[in-house]
């Protein structure tokens, strides 16, 4: 059985993150399991939206430390090939009047107060930086323009690739059945090829992190949710790579959009969605009626979009806990294991400024961030990041 300082289950956006930055912290001996390939998980279902924008402010500060990365990603890695895949455009929210109104104006402020660049627009400023759409409905429109949208693959595998020249060993194919503890510490962990020793495990499941309550016994309140993305193409009405992507609070999913290149459109709903059994990463279905009632949405937002055709769907799982915010660090009771699962829609968002902090705390270093309000005993405390649109991505 070989030994490691640290071993790291799971090799998404957030598990390469966590393995890079171990390394960079100075960990000598480093092990990525991952089940199946790099980056091959839910991170490839991503729409990879990047913001700021979230009324929980401890997610804010993550963002932001988080989108210094994207914004520098060659550099902060060394590696001069790397790439986020990075299209800086900006981020345009609105909500009409009514109960979003209120949370949002706190919202944008909060940014505000952490320092980042957000505007207020009046209408006709929000139609010159997105004149597909309309806002004649707008109570209030924010935007940050230090915000857009990568490609959350090519940041899983450059993480990746610039642990491997860090020292880490990254085995792919690897399913790992077991926790291995004694005595309230883990040990190391039992895979379908062999065991592999090490009294520190970072777990990042995603999807499957409900293993940690089949290994130990401790309550992982997290749940697999399917959620549909779709592009749609409008000849007469482009949505290019130019402008914002879109938050709408007014409509009844909070729709999501941006450029999906040439005429096309990626939108889908911030809201809940359909929750499954078991974890399944694969595609489901997508019924006609789901497609119009979307279509319906777009179309009230952007008239031209009446007549849009559907160019490609596909469907993506969230690990989602009840408050949709993610658990972060150590386990009570459980000396030796770090987890970072339910991020519950914007891990990719966070996967630099997450990876950071776990890396931190499974070498017991001070954390960049603090960890203590995404701890797990905030819901049986009732202390809850609840964002203040409702249960949904934008959180």
């Given at each position: 059985?070989?030994?490691?300082?640290?071993?790291?289950?799971?090799?998404?956006?957030?598990?390469?993150?966590?393995?890079?930055?171990?390394?960079?912290?100075?960990?000598?001996?480093?092990?990525?399991?991952?089940?199946?390939?790099?980056?091959?998980?839910?991170?490839?279902?991503?729409?990879?939206?990047?913001?700021?924008?979230?009324?929980?402010?401890?997610?804010?500060?993550?963002?932001?430390?988080?989108?210094?990365?994207?914004?520098?990603?060659?550099?902060?890695?060394?590696?001069?090939?790397?790439?986020?895949?990075?299209?800086?455009?900006?981020?345009?929210?609105?909500?009409?009047?009514?109960?979003?109104?209120?949370?949002?104006?706190?919202?944008?402020?909060?940014?505000?107060?952490?320092?980042?660049?957000?505007?207020?627009?009046?209408?006709?400023?929000?139609?010159?930086?997105?004149?597909?759409?309309?806002?004649?409905?707008?109570?209030?429109?924010?935007?940050?323009?230090?915000?857009?949208?990568?490609?959350?693959?090519?940041?899983?595998?450059?993480?990746?690739?610039?642990?491997?020249?860090?020292?880490?060993?990254?085995?792919?194919?690897?399913?790992?059945?077991?926790?291995?503890?004694?005595?309230?510490?883990?040990?190391?962990?039992?895979?379908?090829?062999?065991?592999?020793?090490?009294?520190?495990?970072?777990?990042?499941q995603n999807i499957w992190a409900?293993?940690?309550?089949?290994?130990?016994?401790?309550?992982?309140?997290?749940?697999?949710?399917?959620?549909?993305?779709?592009?749609?193409?409008?000849?007469?009405?482009?949505?290019?790579?130019?402008?914002?992507?879109?938050?709408?609070?007014?409509?009844?999913?909070?729709?999501?959009?941006?450029?999906?290149?040439?005429?096309?459109?990626?939108?889908?709903?911030?809201?809940?969605?359909?929750?499954?059994?078991?974890?399944?990463?694969?595609?489901?279905?997508?019924?006609?009626?789901?497609?119009?009632?979307?279509?319906?949405?777009?179309?009230?937002?952007?008239?031209?979009?009446?007549?849009?055709?559907?160019?490609?769907?596909?469907?993506?799982?969230?690990?989602?806990?009840?408050?949709?915010?993610?658990?972060?660090?150590?386990?009570?009771?459980?000396?030796?294991?770090?987890?970072?699962?339910?991020?519950?829609?914007?891990?990719?968002?966070?996967?630099?400024?997450?990876?950071?902090?776990?890396?931190?705390?499974?070498l017991r270093l001070p954390t960049?961030?603090?960890?203590?309000?995404?701890?797990?005993?905030?819901?049986?405390?009732?202390?809850?990041?609840?964002?203040?649109?409702?249960?949904?991505?934008?959180?």
């Open positions: 059985m070989e030994n490691f300082d640290a071993i790291v289950i799971g090799a998404g956006v957030i598990g390469s993150s966590v393995a890079y930055h171990l390394a960079r912290l100075g960990a000598k001996k480093v092990l990525v399991l991952e089940r199946s390939q790099i980056g091959a998980g839910t991170s490839t279902q991503s729409s990879g939206i990047l913001r700021t924008h979230y009324s929980v402010m401890e997610n804010v500060e993550l963002a932001k430390r988080s989108w210094s990365v994207f914004n520098n990603f060659a550099e902060y890695l060394g590696d001069e090939e790397a790439s986020a895949g990075l299209v800086k455009c900006g981020y345009l929210i609105c909500a009409p009047d009514g109960p979003k109104l209120s949370p949002l104006r706190s919202a944008l402020e909060g940014q505000r107060a952490k320092g980042i660049e957000v505007q207020f627009l009046g209408r006709d400023e929000a139609r010159s930086l997105l004149p597909i759409a309309h806002f004649d409905d707008a109570a209030l429109i924010g935007y940050e323009p230090e915000a857009g949208f990568a490609d959350a693959y090519l940041v899983a595998t450059s993480f990746a690739r610039a642990a491997r020249r860090l020292g880490v060993k990254i085995m792919e194919g690897v399913n790992v059945e077991r926790l291995l503890v004694d005595n309230g510490r883990v040990y190391g962990v039992e895979t379908n090829q062999g065991t592999f020793r090490s009294d520190t495990v970072v777990s990042a409900r293993d940690i309550e089949r290994w130990t016994g401790i309550a992982t309140p997290v749940a697999a949710e399917r959620h549909t993305v779709l592009a749609l193409e409008c000849p007469d009405a482009a949505y290019s790579f130019k402008m914002p992507v879109f938050k709408d609070l007014g409509s009844p999913g909070m729709l999501y959009c941006r450029s999906y290149g040439g005429n096309q459109m990626l939108v889908s709903e911030g809201i809940v969605g359909e929750t499954l059994p078991q974890p399944d990463n694969e595609q489901g279905d997508i019924s006609m009626d789901y497609i119009v009632e979307i279509g319906a949405q777009v179309a009230e937002r952007f008239p031209a979009y009446e007549a849009a055709g559907l160019a490609s769907s596909w469907t993506g799982v969230y690990d989602v806990t009840p408050d949709w915010n993610p658990v972060l660090g150590r386990l009570p009771g459980l000396e030796g294991l770090v987890v970072g699962y339910g991020f519950s829609g914007h891990g990719f968002k966070l996967s630099p400024g997450v990876g950071l902090v776990l890396a931190q705390e499974a960049d961030v603090p960890l203590a309000p995404y701890a797990l005993d905030r819901f049986s405390s009732g202390q809850l990041l609840t964002g203040k649109y409702g249960l949904g991505a934008v959180s």
